[in-house]
């Protein structure tokens, strides 16, 4: 896949930081005329030794108010992107479309009182970028924030989330966000332990947030898995809980990360 010049910018690496054995986030420099709404994606490329450019879309993980943006990826033994992407360091370059995508974003919602985030792997990316930005905070009573991944080494951002509150501008909502941990292989302290359309078919992840799924006041946004997505959406189908549209609003927004 090729791009003019005119559709993207080329930016340079400023970090690679491991943060499991499996994951990892990048950060690059920033177009100034590069704008976005917490939830999207951008289009990132590689350029190959023979010249040709491997594309590949990632979801930022930074705010829209950041002089940088922040990137998080899986390890794909064998993936063409990673792969090149492996070979990058410090200081080396990589092509960012001008142009921000996606529907992932809180104007999908035109009321609603409890936001839930339902992720799984990868998926948290656009969740942390959400949770950094203002808007979230203001519009919502209460967060909760479901992270689900198959081992407990794979759980990332721990630190930056658990901080969230502490900041200036946040200081004032300290006590909206719940983070709920899920951890489906293994054990793992204060994480609950099943796939999550279970948790909501069971009632655990009610309990354990305190709180119940209903269309009049749920807004749900679900990021990761195909699988997952389609599984949960009609587990909340059930519930009156509707794939929110432009001609039709409702409570679910979704984003298939694969």
């Keep these: 896949m090729t791009a003019s010049a005119e559709k993207f910018t080329r930016q340079t690496l400023l970090d690679v930081e491991p943060l499991t054995p499996s994951l990892f986030s990048l950060r690059t420099t920033r177009d100034p005329g590069f704008r976005f709404r917490s939830g999207q994606f951008a289009r990132l490329g590689v350029t190959k030794a ?20 922040d990137f998080f990826s899986i390890v794909v033994p064998g993936g063409e992107f990673t792969s090149e992407l492996s070979r990058l360091k410090t200081g080396d370059s990589l092509l960012i479309d ?21 992720a799984t792997g990868t998926g948290i990316a656009p969740f942390v970028s959400i ?35 502490q900041r200036d501008y946040l200081a004032e909502h300290a006590g909206k966000l719940q983070f ?3 951890v489906t292989r293994e054990q793992h302290p204060g994480a609950l332990n099943d796939r999550i359309t279970t ?6 992840l009610e309990r ?16 990761g898995n195909p699988q997952m997505i389609d599984d949960t959406r009609q587990v909340l189908k059930q519930r009156g ?4 549209l432009s001609r039709r609003p409702g409570q679910v927004a979704v984003e298939n990360y694969w």
Aim: aromatic share 10%.
């Design 180 to 182: 709920i941990p899920v």
């Design 208 to 223: 354990a947030a305190g709180l119940a799924l209903t269309p009049e006041s749920s807004r749900v946004m679900l990021c």
């Design 98 to 118: 001008r142009q921000s995508f996606g529907f992932l974003t809180l104007d999908r919602f035109a009321d609603g009182r409890d936001l839930w985030l339902l």
């Design 199 to 204: 948790l909501i078919e069971n009632g655990e």
């Design 131 to 165: 949770l950094q930005d203002f808007e979230a905070w203001e519009r919502f009573d209460s967060i909760k924030l479901v992270y689900s991944v198959r081992e407990a080494k794979e759980l990332a951002y721990l630190d930056l989330i658990a901080g969230l509150e």
């Design 50 to 69: 023979d010249g040709s450019v491997v594309w590949r879309a990632y979801s930022m993980v930074s705010a829209p108010h950041d002089e940088h943006l």
């Design 241 to 244: 809980l509707n794939l929110s």
